[in-house]
């Protein structure tokens, strides 16, 4: 990322999410993406109902999983 000058990328692909965060939810039909940073920790985007059940299998903290 560095070396091609971003800052971020997102990541909307189910497959994706999945590989980078662990969690495999069935709610590829709704908005929903991770950001990368290349200096920071990932933030994960997802719906409300979504969040309890990604908290509790994501390697991620509370604070990096933000609702629409």
Same mark, same amino acid.
């Given at each position: 990322m560095a070396k091609a000058g971003l800052d971020a990328l997102f990541f909307e692909a189910p497959s994706n999410m999945t590989w980078l965060t662990g969690y495999e939810g069935?709610? &590829?039909? +709704? =908005? %929903?993406?991770i @950001? +990368? &940073?290349?200096d920071a920790d990932p933030i994960r985007w997802e719906r409300n109902q979504d969040t309890n059940g990604? #908290? #509790?299998? +994501?390697?991620? *903290?509370?604070? %990096?999983? @933000? *609702? =629409?």
């Open positions: 069935w709610s &590829f039909y +709704v =908005h %929903q993406g @950001l +990368v &940073f290349h990604e #908290r #509790r299998t +994501v390697w991620m *903290p509370d604070c %990096q999983i @933000l *609702p =629409h």
